[in-house]
């Protein structure tokens, strides 16, 4: 954002600088939703709502806190859509939310997200303890 409030105040063209604006705030609230496909219409989603995407075969299940959507696409193609700030593989078949993590039992390598027991990956693990704020 600092590279393009810089960019707009040498510009000295204020419709420009608006439409910049404009543009830039519709990107960032689209980047905060992704659509899935329902039966008849697309259902919105706000990523903040995710919990964890865990792999089905052909398939992802994104469950939410109250809601489990299975969309035809790999683990590999979500994660390049969600922010890497944000979530993090800890199994091969799962992604978490770092925000929605709940507890991790370091005896049995296991997360907890949502009050779904996932098993932590022994080659996810130390990037997993690496990215949490421990005391």
Do not use: C
Request: proline letters at 1%; a positive charge.
């Amino acid at each position: 954002q600092s590279a393009i409030d810089s960019a707009l105040m040498h510009s000295g063209d204020p419709h420009l600088t608006a439409e910049v604006f404009r543009l830039w705030q519709e990107n960032e609230l689209l980047n905060d939703t992704l659509f899935v496909k329902g039966v008849d219409k697309l259902i919105k989603l706000f990523i903040s709502d995710i919990g964890l995407v865990e792999a089905e075969g052909n398939y992802i299940i994104i469950h939410t806190r109250h809601n489990r959507f299975a969309v035809k696409m790999s683990l590999r193609q979500i994660k390049q859509r969600l922010s890497i700030r944000r979530f993090i593989q800890v199994h091969r078949k799962y992604l978490a939310q770092l925000t929605h993590i709940e507890s991790i039992n370091l005896s049995n390598n296991e997360v907890e997200v949502g009050g779904h027991k996932i098993p932590i990956g022994a080659s996810y693990k130390s990037q997993l303890l690496e990215r949490l704020n421990k005391l």
